[in-house]
């Protein structure tokens, strides 16, 4: 794609490892100022003390008492791929489509991006650096009588700015049926105030942050995965490499890095190929997944503390009372889902002709909205990997667990979403396979270069989150 | 894009209005030869006569006996779209992915496309040009038993080719849920046998053959509909222009209609402020489908011999005996939909600085996989357009209708897929829009390239049939 204003821009601030506005060595200061200004208390209760949730009579349905925000239902699933053809299962839905929205605006040529050291109750570490909106429906219609929230002029259109990124995103499709956000950029000229708690990053610092564990939450990482850089000749990408070196890039194989992001013309397989091996998949495996009430889901105890697997396996549904100081509204209750395990999430990456390709996986989880979507070379959230014990094999855990420290690009604990989750963190890992790694792969992965996946993250519903979010942590 | 082999092979074919292998000036003779090399003969039955077809005791659904092939089920909708909030209604299910494919092969460095004068027992004149296979999963499993479909090797792999184009695209959203078909183009080195009622042709004369009522069918222009010629500088355009001159195009407006497909750099919208706009849409209307029992279905009667609305209003089934002399099943029952009127489909188009632009619309049906889709400026397949008795108005009906006639690009009438509709035809117009119409469209319409067009329908999900057989007529 010919690269315009706004991915020229994005390129730059990406190569940008330090900022002016909020310098690296004073940014960790500020963020534990932050975390100590607020007090977070999360405890659990029963459900019959969840205030204003109950359980649906006639279906078991967790809902709230407004029909609004998220609610816990079943689902049956038929498939033909993998070794369980018929399940059920509970699943969150929530059909609100919300605003993940990040405002940028240049100061000496540089985009910054205004983030919010935000807490969510169920971060590990309660606050973490989120976009500059994250909003329901529910929030920004108001249904909770909170204050509007910071900034939503910005993203509603009641205040000028420019769109620079504009597009509807999946998130995780084995506990969510079908959810969206819709993942937003706009770039803004007025002076704008910086309230409390926000601050101006460039994307190469926030990428860089990424390094640290549980600090970049998801919903900024998915928000970035989002920006494309255009495609450009590769006499440019060399200066651009130079630029990336000057500017202190650590990336040992940024050259790589940076032709598989911008260079469209070097790529192990042509985008109609992929495109064809996409359509081979989605026409050989079948997903059937239709809605049933919660009390008609198969293997799972619904208790006064939890909604649980008999065998405790994959994850559950508590409730919880959460009081914030700091918060549009300071105490509530809510259902979270927490995690049975950890998961491990990795990209294996290798150098072919000079381009630096990803290992991509076609996956079907239940709540997608089209299938199968394209994961990381390793996802396995729900499953112990450690033990080994799983309804499933997960081909190439062996390669990332066993890589050698110098092949490992990136590697950190990373969370889920903290207004749904309990403290569910997975190993992130992106690492390089070694040279005797084979390009040949099984029937259900593929080499893709970052500006292909870029392109394909542009047309939705092909990417999943795990794969988005960890793409957001590359850096050249 | 940049244009690889593919494309440009497409584009020279696209350019050829004649043919080598089967001249303009026989192709009429041969396909009436074809038309009377047949007998095809189609009678109403009862549903009690309709053989291997039952309706579920517990549903109402009409189902085969082999739960395989397409069902008739039930619907319920809840929208914020439109005028009505809720409702229900039949539905045709058919969850199979099936083949819609064509063999193209070089001649003389030509590309030429395999057309096959397929009998389908709906059409208007039983015989229309198809691609080289039509196959549903059920017909390629020999689910009936019948014959292999010919050709069939060369689309799943047993014989060697190349594959030029594959994607997965939808069909009607008002008639089927969810429904999609692979749309595959593959190109043979080999000496290929041309079996009776096959012929070969360029992609010129397909185009052109479309100005001819109920010739070309509904698969035939949608899998053409997918291909891309690539993107070009304006210059490389200009010659293509001279070209097709030469070859005896008679596209009033040829140039701006080339640069519409071929250029991607002079549009009136950028394809973020594109993304955008759907996503916003999108982020706007809820659409909620969920299945019913075919008996649960409110204002909707079955009686013996249909399945119909009480006003007799949009369509109903039937229950037909389907004899043919030529085909891989000579006898056999089966429903058929048949729609309560004639629609209109019809793109208007208008020359923005030299670059032809259409005037999409988005549009939310009720069997769409993802909300809405990119549809014509005018699509009112199952409404009375002439009594302007409708649930919704229509907007631009008038601005298509009174046209004058210079100003009309395209008019025939154009058959739905013979295989489920009865006698089904529309009327499909490109209609130039004269200089007073404005460039500001009401919220839900946006100006396109054929360029920006072309990349939506590569990533799927995003054009509908109705707007893609219409673009398929496109010629330079």
């Given at each position: 794609m010919i690269p315009d204003k706004a991915h020229i821009s994005f390129l730059h601030s990406a190569l940008?490892?330090?900022?002016?506005?909020?310098p690296n060595q004073e940014f960790h200061a500020w963020m534990k100022k932050c975390r100590d200004s607020v007090k977070v208390e999360v405890t659990a209760v029963t459900f019959p003390e969840l205030n204003k949730w109950l359980f649906e009579p006639n279906t078991g349905n967790l809902v709230h008492e407004s029909g609004r925000f998220f609610s816990i239902e079943g689902i049956r699933i038929k498939t033909n791929?993998?070794?369980?053809a018929n399940w059920t299962q509970p699943i969150i839905n929530q059909p609100e489509i919300g605003f993940l929205g990040i405002i940028t605006k240049k100061f000496n040529g540089v985009l910054y991006f205004l983030m919010q050291a935000k807490i969510e109750?169920?971060?590990?570490?309660?606050?973490q650096l989120s976009p500059t909106l994250q909003a329901t429906k529910s929030n920004y219609s108001k249904v909770h009588k909170g204050?509007?929230?910071?900034?939503l002029e910005y993203f509603n259109g009641d205040k000028p700015r420019k769109v620079l990124m504009d597009q509807l995103q999946s998130e995780q499709g084995a506990r969510f049926l079908r959810k969206r956000n819709r993942n937003i950029i706009v770039e803004v000229d007025d002076d704008i105030e910086v309230k409390d708690d926000f601050c101006w990053l460039t994307l190469g610092q926030i990428k860089t942050l990424?390094?640290?564990?549980?600090?970049?939450n998801m919903d900024t990482r998915t928000v970035i995965s989002g920006i494309n850089f255009g495609s450009y000749p590769s006499s440019s990408i060399d200066v651009f490499h130079h630029f990336a070196y000057q500017n202190?890039?650590?990336?040992?194989n940024g050259q790589a890095m940076l032709l598989s992001a911008l260079?469209?013309?070097?790529?192990?397989?042509s985008m109609e190929n992929i495109i064809s091996w996409i359509t081979g998949l989605k026409s050989t495996y079948e997903l059937e997944v239709d809605k049933i009430p919660?009390?008609?889901?198969?293997?799972w105890i619904v208790n006064d503390r939890e909604i649980f697997h008999e065998q405790h396996k994959y994850f559950s549904v508590i409730a919880a009372n959460v009081h914030i100081s700091?918060?549009?509204?300071s105490s509530w209750f809510q259902p979270l889902v927490r995690s049975a395990q950890e998961g491990l999430i990795a990209f294996i990456v290798k150098d072919i002709n000079g381009v630096m390709h990803f290992l991509v996986q076609a996956k079907i989880e239940a709540g997608n909205f089209d299938i199968l979507e394209l994961a990381p070379?390793?996802?396995?959230?729900?499953?112990?990997?450690?033990?080994?014990?799983?309804?499933y094999e997960v081909p190439f855990i062996k390669e990332v667990l066993e890589t050698s420290p110098e092949k490992i690009l990136f590697r950190s604990m990373q969370s889920e979403e903290g207004g749904r989750f309990f403290r569910e963190q997975n190993l992130n890992m992106i690492v390089e396979a070694p040279?005797?790694?084979?390009e040949e792969v099984p029937e259900n992965f593929c080499w893709m270069t970052l500006n292909q996946l870029s392109t394909f993250i542009r047309y939705n519903?092909?990417?999943?989150i795990q794969a988005r979010s960890l793409l957001a942590a590359v850096i050249f």
């Open positions: 940008q490892y330090d900022g002016d506005l909020m791929w993998g070794r369980v109750p169920g971060n590990i570490n309660y606050v204050n509007t929230p910071n900034y990424m390094r640290f564990d549980n600090l970049i202190g890039s650590k990336a040992s260079d469209e013309l070097h790529s192990h397989q919660l009390n008609q889901v198969a293997k700091n918060r549009e509204v070379t390793v996802q396995c959230l729900t499953g112990n990997y450690r033990s080994g014990l799983n309804e040279d005797s790694f084979p519903n092909y990417l999943n």
